[in-house]
């Protein structure tokens, strides 16, 4: 066995599994899969600072990529196998204004901005080191189910690299068109399922179980060892310091529990002396993490969360066919399938959860963006649930907090139209059957005749 094995995180299972084995859950006892690693047989480097040397060999495209040039904290795969885009050139905003408006003391409050990567969003962390996955053990064809940033960045590796083909299940709800346009265009074979994302999950699961497709969505633990070093570069932007608070949206909660494993990683190996607190934002209408955190007290437990209450739970979702529903259609999930792993997250970084109303998501997307950082609704989430935790005195002024701007503004400019556009018909058609009933951020254009003195009057010039 190599350095690196797959291994149940369920602490009564832990059984072990070659990295070559294509495995998306236990195959004794179902739970989920951490890819872990024998740290005395990887040159870990002594202290996080090393990294930077990696700055002065960027001609080489694994030391250039934000995900690989961190390799030695994710060594599953050897520079030859690595599949690269070069993702992850991201960087940590200081974002004086929105600390203000939060009532945030100014260099306090930080964003960091994820839509920067080749597909425009957080995605590519983590699908470049599935493709790298899939590359190793000679995948021909992959597969993921997506509300659309995942499909759209399955799509680019498997266009850009040629290594192999891939298919892509959509619901045939919300899926913003800025995502299904790339998946599109990069050549993906896309199947739009009659149902939501969690259905498109759940066959698409079920299809790569049975045939030779590799499952690239993120119960597939590769995918979460690329997301880690997003944490990696927040900590870089930062030099090499510890914030108080990670703030990040949560949808299927691979990036959650990426998260916390990175912490966990880094504190155990000695590279940073405490972890942050971490709060994940669901969506009203996709809020089943809060749910059971908050209303249900559900824990980790050492790894053994009460089963019952969650199969009990869903067992009633299928019942009444209940349906996630929100505006921010990247998060519009209502059975999180990391939720094991981001119970851990929550416990390792003293983390907790809250909902926000599609009102507040819109709202405080617009307020990002008019910082000039545009995102899509879900990371909307990430501001609401920061003026939410100041209100609640959970947050202090002085934190240090960092907000995972998950996805890019032009993924979904319907919305962002709808919502600054003034236009009625916009509004009731896509904003007023989510409850959004005010848009007190837009920006809307103003219409004028092409005349000079019009134009001056409306500029307050004339
Ligand atoms: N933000 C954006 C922009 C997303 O696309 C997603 C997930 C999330 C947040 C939630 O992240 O699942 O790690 O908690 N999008 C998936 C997709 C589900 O199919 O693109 P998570």
């Not at 294509?22 to 899969?33: D, F, H, M, N, R």
């Not at 990294?51 to 495209?61: A, D």
């Not at 080749?118 to 064809?141: C, E, I, L, Q, Y």
């Amino acid at each position: 066995m190599s350095v690196a094995f797959q291994q149940c995180i369920h602490p009564d299972c832990a059984a072990t599994y070659d990295v070559g084995q294509i495995l998306t859950a236990c195959p004794k006892c179902g739970s989920l899969l951490d890819v872990t690693y024998d740290w005395n047989a990887v040159p870990v480097p002594k202290s996080l600072s090393e990294f930077e040397r990696r700055w002065t060999t960027r001609l080489n495209p694994v030391d250039y990529s934000g995900v690989w040039r961190f390799r030695e904290l994710l060594p599953f795969a050897t520079d030859e196998q690595i599949v690269t885009i070069g993702e992850g050139q991201t960087i940590l905003q200081k974002n004086d204004k929105l600390a203000r408006q939060c009532d945030m003391k100014v260099g306090h409050l930080f964003l960091q901005y994820e839509g920067m990567n080749p597909s425009g969003s957080f995605k590519d962390n983590g699908m470049t080191a599935a493709s790298t996955h899939a590359r190793m053990v000679g995948a021909k064809m992959t597969a993921c189910a997506s509300t659309g940033n995942t499909s759209a960045s399955l799509a680019i590796y498997a266009g850009v690299t040629g290594h192999f083909q891939c298919i892509v299940f959509v619901g045939s709800g919300k899926i913003a068109f800025g995502k299904l346009s790339q998946a599109l265009d990069y050549g993906a074979k896309t199947i739009q399922i009659r149902g939501d994302f969690d259905d498109a999950l759940a066959r698409v699961r079920d299809i790569c179980a049975k045939h030779p497709i590799y499952l690239c969505n993120s119960v597939n633990p590769f995918r979460l060892e690329g997301q880690k070093t997003i944490m990696l570069r927040v900590l870089e932007g930062l030099g090499w310091q510890v914030p108080d608070w990670i703030v990040v949206p949560g949808g299927n909660l691979g990036n959650s529990s990426s998260f916390g494993k990175a912490f966990m990683e880094l504190k155990a190996l000695g590279l940073i002396d405490r972890v942050p607190r971490l709060a994940i934002i669901n969506a009203s209408g996709a809020d089943t993490l809060d749910e059971f955190v908050n209303d249900g007290k559900l824990v980790w437990n050492g790894g053994r969360p009460n089963a019952d209450q969650i199969c009990g739970r869903y067992t009633t979702m299928d019942r009444d066919n209940e349906r996630a529903s929100t505006l921010a259609s990247a998060i519009e999930i209502n059975r999180p399938v990391n939720l094991e792993k981001a119970l851990r997250a929550l416990s390792v970084c003293n983390g907790i959860v809250r909902k926000v109303s599609d009102q507040e998501i819109i709202d405080s997307r617009a307020r990002i963006a008019a910082t000039g950082f545009g995102c899509e609704p879900a990371s909307g989430a990430t501001i609401a649930g920061v003026l939410r935790l100041r209100k609640e005195g959970v947050i202090h002024a002085d934190d240090r907090v960092v907000c995972i701007l998950t996805g890019h503004q032009l993924k979904d400019p319907d919305l962002t139209m709808a919502y600054h556009s003034g236009d009625p018909q916009l509004m009731s058609k896509k904003l007023t059957p989510a409850g959004v009933t005010s848009t007190p951020f837009a920006n809307p254009p103003v219409v004028v005749d092409n005349d000079e003195v019009a134009i001056l009057k409306a500029l307050g010039l004339a």
